[in-house]
């Protein structure tokens, strides 16, 4: 079928891409990620189908920015917490309980499992590079790994974490060694080559410079005032550095997927958090437009002939099918030493998934002449196969878990001001847990009908018979400035607990707790924010601090599936509550009868105890 226009092929794309999640959602006895289904349509449609769409330049300049995009994206989920945060429990960890040196050895035992089959596939004549082909194997797609771990809750456990480490330093370093083997084939070993480290080294310059520009005072004021409406400065500014990079990079003579990357990371390096609503909505002009016409365009361009006519391409498949596994589920067995046998095979299996880089490591292969039309569509099939059945395989081995409720909120501390926050808590309804050393307190407080235990909280056992591991808040309030930042770390690193608050006046004991994630409060500070607040607030300010009106304030997030979508007009809350406000993505939303619920919302609630506490039930999902 012919066609002049390049915007009816486009048309077709973006349709499409349109009609392919309902697709992908209405197919219940398989789970197929959408950009599999759009790797798959566009077989339908292109080389391998009905040829319903042509090539045309608008359409090749599309592809190739929704690929940039798609890179830049990849670059935006390094989070560098995540790379310095220990992933064993131990108080000092050895070499191999650390994420990075444990990730960095799992890529290098792929990397050598796949060197051998790369060798092995080149003795046959079916590559003419065994390292790029070694390389192209030891890549794994982020796009699978990173959903997958949320939709199970498992981002912020250690078992999440350490898989989500050995993903990205897997992506990271195959991109740099991919660039650096494509460059020395392309160009040979020649001085050019050198221009490889001028955009690392501006990649190091950047970082610094991003770190500069937060310090400039007024400077983030500015920004906030033109991130809104038609301005959106941000998003400006995040894709000006991702063209900036490309542009780099292509002048370089280096591949444009490392400077798409290299500026993701640097924009994730800066937005300080995967969560930021800059993310959101770099997420929605990639995925929503620009990456989709890539994966179809991918599936378009796919030649499912070359495979009939080549015995050997099509012999390939499951060769490399099986050598996907293999160089991921073997390595990952250094990762039984902290892990179940389930959870390892489990974890081998999702970091098996391949998607982008692959595809794209192949595709350039194919242009430099590298690998054939038959062994290209080989590498692309089987992507779509590793990332399709690797999920499910990741959910048959190791199969969801009903969560535990974390409802507790345990108290460290046992001076007077712990006390009168644990009496406070208690009238609003909240199970309260002290723990300290003073046994004459923990006493008293028992007399008081507190649940109290005696004890060390910096070692485990003490915060375990607490219930540490039902806990939804910790609050650290001892004067002891080392013991606050030991239970704390303990709190985040090893029992996950959702909320963890400090009291602190030490610079230092701030700064880092700050670096572990915990919520700060200060008692100079508190006390001004108070006294401004019975200023200029006195209704709301005498509403908080007196209990006997029987109306609170509440923050509760929302994990209810049920409430997703649906409009704040057609939300019935129990009792008296009522949503005042919404805190969305790190942004405050004022809330109105049309507003639209989204999960991981925190809805700021006014009303009765009574009523607050079974509305946090209800919106928690625990009902």
Known sequence: MEHNSPFISLLI?????????????????????????????GMVIGKSGYNVVQPNTTLSFLSEFGFAIL???????????????PIGKNKKPDLLE????L???????TIALALLIGFGLSSFGLTKNPILMALILSTTSLGIVVPMLKERGLTNTTYGQSTLVAALVSDFVTLLLLSVVIAAVSQGLSADLLLFMVLLAMFFLAINVSRWLNNIPGLGKIIKELSHATSQIRVRGAIALMVLCVVLADTLRVEIILGAFLAGVIVSFSSQGRESPLHGKLDAIGYGFFIPIFFINVGAEFDLSSLLVSPGAFLLIPFLLVSAYLVKLLPAVIYRKLFSWRETLAMGMLLSS???????ASAISLKLGLISTGTNSAVILVAVLTCTFSPLLFSRILPPTKLKTRKDIIIVGTDQFAELIGQRLREDGEKIIFVGKNQEQIRLFQLN???????????ETVLKAAGIENARALIALTPDQDLILEVCRLAKNNFQVPIIIARSDDPQTIQRLQEVGVQIVQPALASAIAIEGALQFPAAFAMLSDKKDNVDLADV?????????????RTRLP??????GIQRQGEMVVPHGDTILQKGDTLILIGSPESLRESRELLDGNR
């Not at 890179?71 to 945060?85: A, H, Q």
């Open 13 to 41: 794309i973006t349709l499409l891409a349109l009609i392919v999640p309902f697709l992908a959602n209405r197919i219940k006895f398989i789970t197929i990620p959408i950009v599999v289904g759009e790797i798959i349509a």
């Open 71 to 85: 890179m830049f994206l990849s670059g935006l989920e390094v989070n560098f917490n995540t790379l310095s945060s």
């Open 98 to 101: 650390k994420p990075l040196p």
């Open 103 to 109: 990730a960095i050895l799992y890529l290098l035992l």
């Open 354 to 360: 391949r998607l982008s880089l692959i595809i794209a």
């Open 449 to 459: 009908n507190f649940h109290s235990i005696p004890g060390n909280p910096a070692k």
């Open 557 to 569: 997030i929302l994990n209810n599936f049920a409430y997703e979508g649906i409009s704040l007009r």
């Open 575 to 580: 009792g008296d509550a009522l949503v005042i």
